[in-house]
């Protein structure tokens, strides 16, 4: 099943919000993680490699919202990729081969809640996108 009227949707709105942090998240965290990792209290080479699988993603993401209509899959796995790093997140801080400082907690914290509201806007905009094209 295809999306149909993508292009004004608040689906296309949030892949492509998602699209913009992602690339500047991977970004900062690619060029910056040798500063970063001390501050946060996070490995140097774990940012980097975060932050450089951030930047085709984020490319994705901005392929995707610039699509008019699209297949529903490829949607349904940026949800779940979203949901996985949110996992990942929870799980580094708790679990981690780190101990993050009190930073390292809060921008880990942060950067998962914002993927969550991501997920879930994503999640809104496929579900009425789907119904759009049933009805």
Known sequence: MS????S??????ALLLDGVASGAMGLLMAVAAGPLGPLLGLE????????????PFALLLGYLASRATLPSWPVWFVVAVNALWVVDSVLLMTHGPTAPTGLGVAFVTAQA??????????????RRGTSAALA
């Open 8 to 13: 004004g949707s608040l689906l296309r709105r």
């Open 3 to 6: 999306l149909k009227n993508v």
């Open 113 to 126: 809640l914002a993927v969550a509201v991501f997920a879930a806007l994503e999640y809104a905009g496929l």
């Open 44 to 55: 140097p080479g774990l940012l980097r490699a975060a932050g450089l699988g951030l930047l």
